[in-house]
């Protein structure tokens, strides 16, 4: 069995036919271009697979789990990330907050024992060192280190797009799926 299928998948919105019987495979360490004019329906490809919309009919698996009508947050626990076409981050905090948001799925800390175990010792704050270590890693890869600490909506677009690029990889995807990972950004961007 393929790693990931998806098999006729369709979805209208009103009359409108934004995908039908659209079908293909994807084998593990291979990788995959969807590629269409705008409005050809790969957003709302994505936004299927990764469970913002639920199909009208077709299937969606991977690693031989089915995962279609499955909320977001299922599907990242299986290990499937996306960036978006539109930037999705939040402008009022920095790159460091903005990509440890990627490791949520990873925190075993509640609110009651985060709130009442403080400091570095408590399993709390190592749980908090060890996400940022990993953050960190993702900030070295990218070559973020001089905006680390700078609000993300106050920086360049392309610097925007790979922020966006680090939470996705903060989640230790199997799968990564990159909506239209360069629009937007001028030449020197997409060349870095």
Not at 24 to 36: D, H, L, P, S, T
Not at 118 to 142: C, M, N, P, Q
Request: charge should be neutral.
């Amino acid at each position: 069995m393929p790693f990931f299928n998806v098999d006729k998948l369709s979805i209208s919105f009103g009359g409108l036919k934004a995908l039908l019987d659209v079908s293909f495979e994807v084998n593990k360490g291979e990788i995959f271009a969807i590629i269409g004019p705008n409005g050809a329906g790969k957003t709302t490809l994505f936004n299927c697979i990764n469970g913002i919309y639920k199909p009208d009919s077709g299937s969606v698996i991977f690693k031989e789990t089915m995962i279609h009508g499955k909320k977001p947050d299922k599907i990242a626990r299986l290990g499937l990330a996306r960036t978006f076409q539109n930037i999705e981050l939040f402008s009022h905090m920095n790159t460091m907050e903005n990509i440890m948001l990627g490791r949520h799925i990873f925190i075993k800390t509640g609110i009651f024992h985060g709130a009442t175990m403080w400091g570095r010792r408590s399993y709390a704050g190592k749980e908090e060192i060890t996400h940022r270590r990993k953050v960190e890693e993702i900030i070295d890869f990218l070559d973020l280190q001089s905006v680390r600490n700078k609000f993300v909506g106050t920086l360049p677009y392309g610097a925007q797009k790979l922020i966006e690029l680090g939470r996705a990889l903060a989640l230790e995807p199997e799968l990564l799926l990159l909506d239209e990972p360069c629009a937007g950004m001028n030449s020197e961007e997409k060349q870095d």
